[in-house]
């Protein structure tokens, strides 16, 4: 089991940038691909980036490339998404999302293949 807590969100004017956390509890964390959803108001729930477990790469909605990038530190159990450049349009509510363990994706930005959810932290670019 793994139990996501998400942090770091906030009202910022567009061009700014935030540092969202996901801290997670367990002993599983390593082994658990990563990845960042985004939900806007009336929207279904969009793939941002995800990260693989054992060095299997990092992944990117063409909406943020360049713009947002996803890490992990596998020793204090935390993932990371650093935004630059916000714009409106990544208003969201965001979510940190887990996949079991060992598994990987075959559709990165699939929300099926997340096993577990954090609570959300609120993003608002204005």
Avoid at 61 to 68: E, L, Q, T, Y
Wanted: charged letters at 15%.
């Amino acid at each position: 089991q793994v139990q996501l807590v998400e942090s770091g969100g906030a009202s910022v004017q567009a061009g700014g940038s935030l540092r969202l956390s996901c801290a997670a509890s367990g002993h599983t964390f390593g082994w658990h691909s990563m990845g960042w959803f985004r939900q806007a108001p009336g929207k279904g729930r969009e793939g941002v980036a995800a990260i693989y477990t054992g060095g299997g790469g990092t992944f990117y909605a063409d909406s943020v490339k360049g713009r947002f990038t996803i890490s992990r530190d596998n020793a204090n159990k935390r993932l990371y998404l650093q935004m630059d450049n916000l714009q409106s349009e990544d208003t969201a509510m965001y979510y940190c999302a887990a996949v079991g363990v060992g598994w990987i994706p075959a559709t990165w930005s699939s929300p099926a293949e997340y096993q577990y959810w954090g609570q959300g932290t609120q993003v608002t670019v204005s």
